[in-house]
């Protein structure tokens, strides 16, 4: 190496700038149409160095020479997609006479079963997810093992445990706040709270947790450099929460229009997660809730979906979270389906689990969008789910992550 280049190097490397030494070839994956996660690009060619998007071009004359060439004409590519809100440690081994919930384990065995439910959610055409409760910091442990590549699943984005009202105790915004502070010196990338009842068979929306606890929360956390999401199934929860400053809102249903516009107008992401009623609804048997459950559910369901419509109309940021607990892993993307029913197009819905997601993670410089510089994450799908979202539930045969292929179902 000459001193030039040396110096260079080093700049370079000063300068933040990746230097590759390896000699590693160039990959060039071509699509038949791509949507960067802007606009349509048709036989495109994205190529790629180690884990980045290098460049991207259109036709033949666009493959680098000498680089290694991913033949995906027959299908459309999207950028990776990224789940907003699951429970990947959730995990139920089928055994029968066996529930999915009150399995008991070591945590550490639930963290090795549930790369299945990490596998499953990669093959939906989700690179990246933001987990929102987990016992025993199983999220973080599985967030780690996934960083460093000994296990096979998407980028997770891990809250641990999420923070409660303490039962038969008066509300005390002191406390939620010095768990906040436990919760990141844990190692936590976000802070979750259930602000209300309400999860599973449940639809009971009682808040639990006070505005003024909420507001601790959120100026502990942001204070701290972390975001808050928010659980509330009932409105009055949601308005507390959005008033509080929470980044994102989970779940919501009746939602008044006043909170609807404080959404729009803070830039609050909705993260309704209408679908995961609806998976419930077939899973009850799976579950062994009681009989009668689903006429509850669908209801929530009605007065949820109401609240999406509106929310499209009022222009509030919305984000794709499938809440995937056991056997949902599978299904994450359906959520979008929802959106468009609710008034999206596709494009748009694609934007809530893309560049939405992205920007509300904070990794909107490198995840959410197909572009030079953007970690490589890529799906192909056979159809065109830009005219038919439901080309996504059945139709991902090959997704690469980080520059890796993790699925290969051609
Ligand atoms: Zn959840």
Known sequence: MTNVLRTTIGLLLLLGVNVSFADAQARAVRFGRLWDGTKVITDAVVTIDGDRIVAIGSGPGAVPAGAVVIDLRKYTGLPGLIDLHTHITYYWDRQPGTRPRGQRRLPAVTVFLAQEN??????????????????????????????????????????????????GQPPDPGAMQKLVEDRVKAGVD??????????????????????????????????????????????????????????????????????????????????????????????????????????????????????????????????????????????????????????????????????????LLGVDDRLGRIAPGYLADLVAVEGDPLADIRAMFTGVRWVMKDGKVVVDRK
């Open 118 to 167: 990490a596998r499953r959610t990669l093959e939906t055409g989700v690179t990246t997810v933001r987990d929102l409760n987990a016992g025993n910091d199983m999220d973080l442990a599985m967030r780690e093992l996934i960083a460093t590549g000994a296990m096979a699943g998407p980028r997770i984005f891990a809250s641990g445990p999420g923070l409660s009202a303490r039962q």
């Open 190 to 359: 976000w802070i979750k709270i259930f602000g209300s009842r309400g999860g599973f068979d449940n639809v009971d929306g009682t808040q639990t947790v006070t505005f003024d606890e909420m507001k601790a929360v959120v100026d502990a956390a942001h204070a701290l450099g972390k975001k808050v999401a928010i659980h509330s199934y009932g409105a009055p929860g949601v308005r507390d929460a959005v008033r509080a400053g929470a980044d994102s809102v989970e779940h919501g249903a009746d939602v008044d229009d006043e909170t609807l516009a404080e959404m729009a107008r803070r830039g609050t992401v909705w993260v309704p997660t209408v679908d995961h009623n609806r998976y419930y609804i077939d899973a009850q048997a799976e579950y062994g809730f009681a009989a009668g459950s689903d006429i509850a559910l669908r209801n929530y369901i009605e007065r949820n979906f109401e609240s999406v419509r509106r929310a499209v109309k009022a222009g509030v940021r919305l984000g794709m979270g499938s809440d995937a607990v056991y056997t949902m892993f599978g299904q994450n993307t359906r959520e979008l389906e929802w959106f468009i029913k609710a008034g999206m197009t596709p494009a748009q819905a694609l934007g809530t689990a893309t560049t939405t997601a992205a920007a």
